[in-house]
């Protein structure tokens, strides 16, 4: 049994306490919170300067692109991104993607982060996975713009998803991104969901020439999604706002994560999860989401992969936030377990809740993360 106390205890399922205790057992499980620290005594007390909060939730993260990092040129917008630096994701050998994952891993772990949601295209991030050191819901994410591949497309993402599961994982096929999925691609996924998925996840209103492409059938990505041929019922009599696009065909009753929101306006915003990745906004386009619009209940954050982010860090995430922003400390600190945690149907972790076993991270000045149990 290990009795907790630092200079502010933040529960995150009620105000902060100032020097209030956290009790823990062994394994790491919440037994109990103590207002004062007289209510325990002075022997047993564990005494920490700065602030205890629950393990963190990296919302959003590509796990298995950690060997990118570097890769891309800062600032060059989305579209450079994906065709120069994503396309290089198989110039690697299966080593050398092993290893940049494993150390990924370990980044996250070291800078308190206890659970992640994560994008996969692949099943290279299984064997690590399977070792059980954090928390993965993983999001097998289809991609397809041409009417004809959609059945390919499907059985592929099903395949990968199977893999997951058959080791125990969390996995649901989910689209991409508004622009990167035809209509029928969407209800597909729709058609395949069943009991064992949680929640859903899209890369949402990232940049503005995915806003473009659905208000006037103009603009980058509009002239893209023609050279390379894609199928033109992804633009043509669809919905103006690209997030009721996807909606409309993806009518699933379950708690669903709109990654990115770069791009959002206010009157875009609608009543599910929002996950922001704002190092990663910054690497690439230069740009932060508008904060002022978000319900910070519903807020969540991701580090995105380090092929467009030179670290795996909540707190670093959290600090662009905090200078962009009115948030204090406890809805700051919210968005960094709680919010992500509720979004990725993690019921044990982000809250200091009697039961649970969601991690303790130590923080001083939003400079430093200490795991401490
Ligand atoms: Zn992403």
């Known amino acids: 049994m290990r009795f907790l106390t630092a200079d502010y205890l933040y529960p995150l399922y009620k105000a902060p306490i100032k020097e209030g205790v956290l009790q823990i057992s062994n394994k790491g499980e919440i037994i109990r ?8 005594s002075a022997e ?7 602030v205890l909060c629950p393990g963190f939730v990296n919302a959003h ?3 298995e692109l950690s060997h990118l990092l570097g890769i891309a040129e800062k600032g060059k917008g989305f579209i450079d991104f994906v065709s120069s630096s994503i396309h290089k994701r198989n110039d690697f050998t299966k080593e050398e993607i092993l290893e940049a994952i494993e150390k990924a891993e370990q980044e996250m772990i070291a800078n308190g982060i206890v ?17 059980g050191n954090l928390h993965y819901y993983n999001f097998i994410e289809a991609v397809g713009v041409y009417e004809t591949e959609v059945e390919s497309t499907i059985s592929s993402n099903l395949a990968i998803r199977n893999q997951f599961r058959k080791c125990g994982l969390q996995a649901t096929v989910v689209p991409h991104a508004p622009y990167s999925c035809v ?3 969407l209800d597909k996924i729709s058609v395949i969901s069943d009991k064992f998925d949680k929640t859903f996840t899209f890369h949402n209103q990232e940049i503005a020439a995915e806003n473009e492409l659905f208000t006037s059938q103009s603009g980058a990505m509009f002239d893209w999604l023609n050279k390379i041929g894609a199928t033109k019922t992804i633009w043509e009599n669809r919905n103006k706002n690209s997030t009721k696009a ?9 708690p669903l994560l709109l990654v990115h929101n770069t791009f959002t306006k206010k009157k875009d915003v609608t009543d599910n999860y929002y996950c922001t990745c704002p190092k990663a906004n910054l690497y690439i386009e230069n740009t932060l989401p508008d904060y002022s ?3 910070t209940e519903k807020l969540c954050v991701g580090t995105d992969s380090l092929a467009s982010n030179d670290s795996l860090s909540i707190l670093e995430e959290l600090l662009i936030i905090q200078e962009n922003s009115n948030f204090d400390m406890n809805t700051l600190l919210k968005i960094a377990s709680k919010n992500g945690a509720e979004a990725l149907g993690f019921s044990e972790l982000g809250t200091f809740e009697k039961g649970k076993i969601p991690g ?3 923080i001083q000045a939003l400079e430093k993360v200490e795991v401490i149990a």
Do not use: M, Y
Request: one cysteine or more; aromatic letters at 8%.
């Open 61 to 63: 993260c590509h796990l």
């Open 183 to 185: 209509p029928q691609l």
């Open 293 to 295: 619009i978000f319900d």
């Open 246 to 254: 996807v909606l409309e065909h993806f009518k699933i009753n379950k």
């Open 115 to 131: 659970a992640v949601g994560d994008i996969c295209n692949t099943v290279d991030t299984l064997l690590q996975k399977q070792k």
């Open 33 to 40: 919170i103590f207002e004062n620290r007289s209510d325990v």
């Open 360 to 362: 303790v991270n130590l």
């Open 44 to 50: 047993k007390l564990e005494i920490f300067k700065g």
